[in-house]
């Protein structure tokens, strides 16, 4: 599969988007934590790092929400794995310790061992990982238990990172995603932008009707959670990480997110116009960014010396 290098080339976007969709639509099948995890592995033409990018959703969030998403994460030339998180099955004592099940809120746990057990299965020694919403969450405690499978992450308006939360207000924060972003109000409303809030409403309806109790546990953890000091942990063992926030968003509000993620605790805080869910509805901005961060992070290790990072401000803005 080649990476279309320009819109003009009508043949050659021909050749991606049919060799995507073909592997798009081929679906492995493992048993995880929490059951039986939907997974897809598609590979480039052309790969750029041999260092797969596993994209892990959001709360409510399927595959169908993230598919032109992933498409443009495909196309920066990077081997992409993501999943379906499982709704029903699973043993989660069978796969957690009583250390884990003690420090670890039981659903986000669940969907951590999740990440781990599809990386395990694949074989994926070691991942890149960009994160929504909760999967942030998810995927920070998947890297606190085996930070040797991590090289660099990127959470996009992550959960737990905004301080003192409640639940009564993540639930408003979420209905509120019914208003478009102020900061895109002057913007078209485009056709990627309008199937991916139908499928986004399709499958919040679809989460939590397979599976009410774990989506309540889901949603009850969230805001009890926090991740700043594992963030913390994580960066002094030398993961690269990166926060991404939309200026507008109502779930995981950015101005609360700034207060809290410090810089000695991440490499970069990168505010963009839009609001919770950009990343899937705009891709060509959001994903190509946060694709353009892994591989800042990538060259930021590699320039390391004696252990200290060098200073990539400019890369951050």
Known sequence: MEKPESLSN??????????????????????????????????????????????????????????????????????????????????????????????????QLRNSLNILGIMEQKNIEKADVIAHSQGALNTVIAAILHPERFRNIVLFAPAGLIGEDTFTRLVKGFAAQNKRADSLSEMPISDTEKRVGKAALDSVLSYIASNPLRALKETLEMPKSQIHEMIRFLHDQGIGIVVMSGMDDPVFPMYRM?????????????????????IGDRPEEYMVQAERMLSALKSQGERMADGKRPDLSNEFI
Not at 259 to 273: L, P, Y
């Open 258 to 278: 700034q207060e809290i993620a410090k810089m000695d605790m991440i490499d970069g805080f990168v505010s963009m116009r839009g609001g919770h869910g950009t």
């Open 10 to 107: 009508n043949a050659e976007n021909s050749s991606f988007d049919t060799e995507f969709a073909r592997q798009y639509a081929n679906r492995e099948y493992y048993e995880v934590a929490g059951g039986n995890a939907e997974v897809i592995d598609v590979r480039p033409e052309k790969i750029k790092d041999e260092v797969p990018v596993i994209f892990i959703p959001g709360w409510g969030c399927d595959l169908t929400v993230y598919e032109p998403a992933l498409k443009t994460l495909t196309s920066q030339e990077r081997r992409v794995v993501s999943f379906n998180q499982p709704r029903k099955g699973g043993d989660l004592s069978e796969h957690a310790t009583e250390e884990e099940l003690k420090k670890y809120p039981a659903a």
